[in-house]
C-alpha cells in the first residue's frame, strides 16, 4: 500500500471547477407533516399533477418531494428562486460535507498528501472554506495584479454560498396527505440543487488572466462540473460562451505539458451532454466515466445498438468495445477509464506498461472500497481497510490486461463493500486516484 502513496506523493494537481456544500436533512413524519399543513391536500395534489421541474415555490417543492417518497425514485430538481433561500435555511439539517467533484477530489488528494493541490471554483464562502481539510499545500489561487497561492481555508471571498439540500429519506416511511396513507417505496433521496446565477464554471477573468502562471504550477488538472452550465444566464451569457472559453484554456494547459482530465459525470441536459462531448472531450487527455456516462457519449456518436446493449447488461466486452470507439474517435485522448459496480477498465495509447496500469486500477478500487466502507477517507491508515477487501466474486472474470489494435486494455475487480456507509463521491474517487496513478506513471 504505501508504495503507492509514495508513487503519487510528488505530483502537483489543479481541481476544478464545482464545489459546495450538500446539506442533508433526514425525512420523517413530523417533518413531513409541518410541510403539508400549510396547505390543502387538493392543492398539493394539483402542483404533484403538474410535475414541477424547476423550484419556485413552496409548493413546488412540497410537491416533488411527496412524488419522489411516493415513487421510491430519486430525483434531483434545481431551484429556481433563490429568495426560497431562507425557507430551506429554516430547517434543521442533520449533516454538513463538501459537495461537487473539484470539491471531494481536493479533500481526498491533500489527505493522501500529494505535494501540492490547487483547488478552484467560482465562488469560494467562508462556509465552503471550513469543509476542507487543513493541509498547509491545500491552495487557491487568487488574482489581485499577481497570482497567489492561498491556504483554501483562509482564501474565502464571497458571500453566496452554493448549497444542495438532500432529503434522505427510509423505505418505510408512512404519513397521512388527505384522506390517502402514503408510504415510502424505498430508501432514496430528494436534491434541491442551488444554481446561484453568480456561480460560473469557469475561472473569473482576473485569475485567467495568470493561466500560464498556474500551469507552470503543476503537473495534470482534474475537470469536472460541466453538468453544472446552464443554458442561459441573466447577463445574457448562454452555456456555448463557457464552453468555448473552458475549451481554449484546456488548449493552454496542453501547451505547458499539463495532463487534462475530464469527469464526465452524469448529465441530464442533452444539449449540455453534446457540448461536453464536442468542447471538451475532444481537447482532454484523459477521461473518466461510468457505463451509463459511456453509452450515453456512445449514443451521441450514434453507436446506439452498443449504448442500449451497455446500458441494459453491462457486459464487460461491449464496455471495452465502446471504450474503444472513444480513445479510437478522439485523438487527443491517451487513456479512457470507465467504472462499473463490478469492474473498472483503463484503455490506453500510451507505452506504460500492463503491470503498472494493473496496480493504477487497483490503487483506484482500494480507494473505493475505503471510502465506501468509512463513508469517508480521513488518513492514509484508513486505506488498510480498503485493502483488506477482496476483489469481488467474478475476479477471474475481470481481471484482465493486453495489447490490441495498439491499445492497452487492463481491467481490475472491484473491492465491493456489502453495506457501503454512503456512495456519494466513489466514482469521482476512482477516476481522480486512476488518474493521478497514472500521470505519476507518465512522468515516471
Ligand atoms: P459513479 O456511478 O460514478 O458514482 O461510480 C460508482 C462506482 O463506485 C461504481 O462504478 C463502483 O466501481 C464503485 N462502487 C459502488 N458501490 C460500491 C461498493 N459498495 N463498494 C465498493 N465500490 C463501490
Do not use: W
Request: one cysteine or more.
Amino acid at each position: 500500500m504505501l508504495e503507492y502513496i509514495e508513487k503519487i506523493k510528488n505530483i502537483k494537481l489543479l481541481t476544478a471547477y464545482n464545489a459546495n456544500i450538500d446539506a442533508i436533512k433526514h425525512v420523517d413524519e413530523e417533518f413531513i407533516n409541518s410541510l403539508i399543513k400549510k396547505y390543502s391536500p387538493e392543492e398539493i395534489r394539483e402542483r404533484i399533477e403538474e410535475y414541477p421541474r424547476e423550484i419556485n415555490d413552496e409548493l413546488d417543492f412540497i410537491a416533488r418531494l411527496i412524488y419522489s417518497i411516493k415513487t421510491g425514485k430519486p430525483a434531483e430538481v434545481p431551484l429556481k428562486n433563490e429568495e426560497l433561500n431562507k425557507f430551506f435555511d429554516s430547517f434543521k439539517y442533520e449533516e454538513e460535507r463538501i459537495g461537487g467533484q473539484a470539491g471531494i477530489v481536493a479533500n481526498l488528494m491533500a489527505t493522501l498528501r500529494l505535494k501540492k493541490i490547487i483547488f478552484y471554483t467560482y465562488l469560494l464562502s467562508k462556509r465552503l472554506a471550513n469543509m476542507f481539510v487543513d493541509y498547509e499545500n491545500l491552495l487557491y489561487p487568487i488574482a489581485n495584479g499577481s497570482l497567489k497561492l492561498i491556504n483554501v481555508k483562509k482564501a474565502y471571498k464571497d458571500e453566496e454560498v452554493k448549497i444542495n439540500r438532500i432529503f434522505e429519506f427510509k423505505k418505510g416511511l408512512r404519513f397521512k396527505f388527505g384522506d390517502e396513507i402514503i408510504e415510502d417505496k424505498g430508501s432514496t433521496r430528494f436534491i434541491v440543487a442551488s444554481r446561484p446565477e453568480k456561480f460560473k464554471i469557469c475561472f473569473d477573468d482576473n485569475v485567467r488572466k495568470y493561466l500560464n502562471g498556474l500551469c507552470k504550477e503543476v503537473d495534470c488538472a482534474f475537470l469536472s462540473g460541466y453538468q453544472g452550465i446552464k443554458e442561459r444566464y441573466n447577463d445574457g451569457t448562454t452555456y456555448l460562451d463557457y464552453f468555448k472559453k473552458n475549451s481554449e484554456d484546456i488548449k493552454i494547459f496542453k501547451k505547458h505539458g499539463v495532463k487534462c482530465h475530464l469527469e464526465f459525470a452524469s448529465i441530464p441536459n442533452l444539449k449540455i451532454r453534446e457540448a461536453v462531448v464536442k468542447y471538451i472531450l475532444s481537447e482532454v487527455d484523459s477521461v473518466g466515466m461510468d457505463e451509463t456516462e459511456l453509452a450515453n457519449v456512445l449514443h451521441i456518436l450514434g453507436y446506439e445498438d452498443l449504448s442500449k446493449k451497455i446500458i441494459e447488461k453491462t457486459k464487460i466486452e461491449d464496455v471495452i468495445e465502446g471504450a474503444k470507439i472513444i480513445i479510437k474517435e478522439f485523438d487527443n485522448l491517451e487513456v479512457i477509464q470507465v467504472h462499473t459496480i463490478y469492474f473498472i477498465l483503463m484503455i490506453t495509447k500510451s507505452n506504460i506498461s500492463l503491470k503498472d496500469l494493473r496496480e493504477c486500477l487497483d490503487f483506484s478500487t482500494i480507494l473505493a472500497a475505503t471510502k465506501a466502507k468509512l463513508g469517508d477517507i480521513k488518513s492514509i491508515e484508513d486505506l488498510k481497510v480498503g485493502l483488506s477487501i477482496p476483489y469481488n466474486k467474478y475476479r477471474d472474470l475481470f481481471l484482465k490486461a493486453y495489447e490490441e489494435d495498439g491499445l492497452k486494455i487492463v481491467s481490475v475487480p472491484s473491492r465491493l463493500v456489502k453495506n457501503p456507509k454512503s456512495t456519494v463521491g466513489l466514482g469521482d474517487t476512482i477516476s481522480s486516484g486512476a488518474f493521478v496513478y497514472y500521470v505519476s506513471l507518465y512522468k515516471g
